[in-house]
């Protein structure tokens, strides 16, 4: 029995010595929570989604996307080229499945015109071709779209005003990847790299609650540079991760491709 034991305690000091030397674990103090920061998870690609709406006012994009969600469709908003906003929703394995609720929706008048969105048209896809550089430069292409303009997502932020992991969660949908709803899920997926290792378009996180927990999420652009939405009042940006505040309350990184 003393013998198990005292293997156990010597892969147990092994273990954490490889977590300490890999970097997923934090630098500054340990996250108290229920999930484990070195889970590897891959996320699933899109394959099917329903587009609509061309909204001049950010708000009714939202409006929509909350209707939406309120029937379990998993919708977000975007800004396209031309500044106009839309909204995305579903993941549908088959295109016939997607028209056939994107009808239904439209009889029932929740939306008007839609347009189906097609796996092929994804960056992740195209990517095959292309390759990886491909994927992450169209991943920072898109979160660079969002600069300047009041991110929201529905429910109870769009009282608030920014919301940072939909920010992140549309940035990555939008290019074929169904990132999770929250920070501390996204945190939870993805592969652990350390802070010498980010590429663009990783994901960046931070504890700016300061209750030990994963609570805001940027997209890494290169150069030290991440892009998010910050909080209520401000809009979506461009910081450091150099800067006092944030490389205080840095966690770590995921990578997603």
Same mark, same amino acid.
């Given at each position: 029995m003393n013998l198990h034991r005292s293997a156990q305690v010597r892969f147990s000091?092994?273990?954490?010595?490889? /977590?300490?030397?890999?970097?997923?674990?934090?630098?500054?103090?340990?996250? =108290?929570?229920?999930?484990?920061?070195?889970?590897? *998870?891959?996320?699933?690609?899109?394959?099917?989604?329903?587009?609509?709406?061309?909204?001049?006012?950010?708000?009714?994009?939202?409006? /929509?996307?909350?209707e939406l969600n309120e029937r379990g469709l998993d919708a977000? =908003?975007?800004?396209?080229?031309?500044?106009?906003? *839309?909204?995305?929703?579903?993941?549908?394995l088959f295109r016939d499945d997607a028209h056939r609720e994107a009808v239904l929706l439209k009889a029932m008048g929740v939306i008007d015109g839609f347009y189906i969105v097609s796996p092929s048209e994804y960056s992740i896809v195209k990517g095959q071709k292309y390759g990886q550089s491909y994927v992450r430069s169209e991943l920072v292409k898109t979160a660079k779209a969002f600069i300047g303009i009041p991110y929201r997502w529905g429910g109870s932020s769009f009282k608030k005003g920014f919301d940072c992991s939909g920010l992140a969660m549309a940035v990555y949908k939008l290019n074929g990847l169904n990132l999770p709803r929250t920070s501390r899920q996204q945190y939870q997926t993805g592969v652990c790299i350390t802070r010498k290792d980010l590429s663009r378009g990783d994901l960046v996180f931070f504890d700016t609650s300061g209750g030990g927990n994963v609570s805001h999420v940027g997209i890494y652009v290169g150069d030290g540079k991440f892009i998010h939405a910050p909080k209520k009042g401000k809009t979506v940006r461009v910081s450091s991760l150099s800067s006092r505040y944030y490389s205080k309350r840095y966690v770590g990184a995921r990578s997603y491709l």
């Open positions: 000091i092994i273990l954490l010595l490889l /977590l300490f030397v890999t970097g997923c674990t934090r630098a500054y103090r340990p996250i =108290h929570n229920t999930y484990t920061p070195v889970t590897q *998870k891959p996320i699933k690609r899109l394959d099917y989604t329903i587009q609509v709406g061309a909204f001049s006012d950010v708000n009714n994009a939202v409006r /929509l996307s909350d977000y =908003h975007y800004v396209d080229s031309t500044k106009l906003y *839309k909204v995305r929703f579903g993941n549908f």
